[in-house]
């Protein structure tokens, strides 16, 4: 039984992981999954990075190998199914080079707590920085 903790981002740490496209992303992710029989057991779609917490690999991948996988199979997907992001950032470079990877044992629920709690402070400063750029002159 081998589980991890992966985080990835896309490129340059764009925040394009959102409303429609977080849908997407989401379904290509756990289809492309499914294909290797990898089961993600928890999952959270940040806008600007993907954590996969106890992700299930069968132990004849490796974690190079199916990282690799991921992010090749799901950003083709994705341009496949928004064509205007190829144009945007560029043609096969989604995903930026690298992810973060760590064992699940005895810090499980450590995990989870911050997982959940970066969730929480991202909402709530997505919410001040949009009160941020309110137009002044709007009511004049």
């Not at 009160?131 to 002044?136: A, L, R």
Request: aromatic share 14%.
């Amino acid at each position: 039984m081998c589980k991890y903790h992966i985080v990835f981002t896309p490129k340059y740490r764009r925040k394009v992981i959102y409303n429609q496209y977080k849908e997407d992303i989401r379904d290509i992710i756990k289809t492309l999954c499914k294909y290797k029989g990898v089961e993600i057991i928890e999952g959270h779609l940040m806008p600007d990075h993907i954590h996969m917490l106890m992700v299930s690999i069968p132990p004849k991948y490796s974690i190079s190998q199916f990282m690799g996988y991921l992010k090749g199979k799901s950003a083709l997907m994705i341009y496949d199914k928004h064509a205007n992001l190829k144009y945007k950032y560029g043609n096969r470079h989604f995903w930026a080079e690298g992810y973060y990877v760590s064992t699940v044992g005895l810090n499980e629920a450590t995990i989870k707590k911050y997982i959940q709690e970066q969730e929480k402070h991202d909402i709530a400063s997505d919410k001040l920085s949009v009160k941020e750029y309110e137009d002044p002159f709007k009511g004049c």
